[in-house]
């Protein structure tokens, strides 16, 4: 598992590369991200911020930032990974009416 670095500023500083699972759509889609994954990294982490307590699913970041869901996710995981964010053990219902982890900031 790729380790990712904070400046103590706050700002979120993108891994050498993107995450990605191996086919070449995928490469393709990590180098495609590359020049913005420390901007939307940020405005995830700020979004989930934002929510306090309430915290925010992945839908609810995806739809409140206007971002491909898998573009928010991916961000997501990357500040999970890294400690920044922590499933807050409430869960909300999907629009699909799934239950979904309420994400906060660590």
Do not use: Y
Not at 69 to 88: H, K, Q, Y
Request: a positive charge; proline letters at 7%; glycine letters at 10%.
């Amino acid at each position: 598992m790729r380790q990712l670095s904070f400046e103590f500023s706050g700002l979120v500083t993108p891994p050498a590369d993107p995450p990605h699972s191996g086919p070449a759509t995928s490469r393709a889609a990590a180098d495609a991200v590359k020049p913005a994954i420390g901007k939307l990294r940020r405005l995830v982490l700020h979004f989930i911020a934002k929510q306090g307590l309430a915290g925010a699913t992945d839908h609810e970041v995806s739809a409140g930032l206007g971002l491909l869901s898998d573009t928010a996710r991916a961000r997501r995981v990357e500040l999970r990974d890294a400690g920044r964010i922590v499933d807050s053990g409430q869960r909300r219902a999907t629009p699909s009416g799934r239950r979904a982890i309420v994400w906060v900031k660590k």
